[in-house]
């Protein structure tokens, strides 16, 4: 099956930096990477996705890039704000496999201080 | 108001108990499924369903049952032989194709067992 690994498991940053998050996948035929962003007390949303014919996706503060080759792909955000402070997972999911249902890391806690 | 419900909110079990979550969704999706949160573990897949009156196991299957007897229901019973049930529980849904790939999440049922 699947495996994703994440991190790191908390991030730290100030109010305006950039933050990172790494994940890595262990299915070659996984085409699918969607990121869900979920708040203290509430259900994971989708912010963005990416699909393996794209090495690159942006959206506003938000890009996301995938390295199929390494089985490697990460989450950017630009000018981080407090609102940003959530736990972050990554995930990975494939047509052959539960029908795109995914498989996720372990989640990043990221905390922006203002 | 479209969407995924879950219901309870919170539950409490006393030890030996069997107890049963409950998730409705009307977006007319064909896929619905089970996840249980950890703090630190991720989300890990417990069951899932592409079509009425038909389930898989996921991940974490052993100690759970389910039944898919209607597209809009998925219900997750714990049962006594799940060695350590408090958790939260979310269930979610997706149209199950390339087209339709985001997981709609329920708010979610944090069980305790007493």
């Known amino acids: 099956g699947e495996n994703v690994e994440q991190h790191p498991s908390t991030l730290s940053v100030q109010e305006g930096d950039s933050a990172v998050i790494k994940c890595t996948y262990s299915?070659?035929?996984?085409?699918?990477f969607p990121w869900y962003k979920q708040e203290l007390g509430k259900r994971p949303q989708l912010i963005i996705d990416?699909?393996?014919?794209?090495g690159e996706k942006k959206d506003q503060r938000i890009a996301v890039t995938l390295n199929k080759t390494a089985k490697h792909f990460s989450l950017h955000i630009t000018e981080t704000q407090p609102e940003d402070s959530a736990v972050y997972f990554c995930a990975a999911g494939s047509p052959a496999r539960r029908s795109y249902i995914p498989t996720f890391g372990r989640g990043t806690s990221l905390i922006v201080h203002p | 108001d479209g969407g995924i419900t879950q219901s309870p909110k919170y539950l409490f079990r006393k030890e030996g108990q069997n107890v049963t979550l409950s998730c409705e969704q009307n977006?007319?999706?064909?896929?619905m499924y089970w996840y249980r949160q950890d703090p630190g573990q991720g989300l890990r897949l417990i069951y899932y369903s592409q079509i009425v009156n038909d389930f898989q196991k996921g991940d974490i299957a052993e100690g759970y049952s389910v039944s898919r007897e209607k597209k809009e229901s998925f219900p997750l019973t714990v049962t006594s032989a799940q060695k350590n049930p408090t958790a939260f529980y979310l269930c979610?849904?997706?149209?199950?194709?390339?087209?339709?790939?985001?997981?709609?999440f329920g708010q979610g049922t944090r069980l305790t067992v007493v």
């Open positions: 990416i699909r393996s014919n794209v």
């Open positions: 299915d070659s035929a996984s085409n699918y």
């Open positions: 977006l007319n999706h064909d896929a």
């Open positions: 979610a849904s997706s149209g199950g194709d390339r087209w339709n790939t985001e997981a709609f």
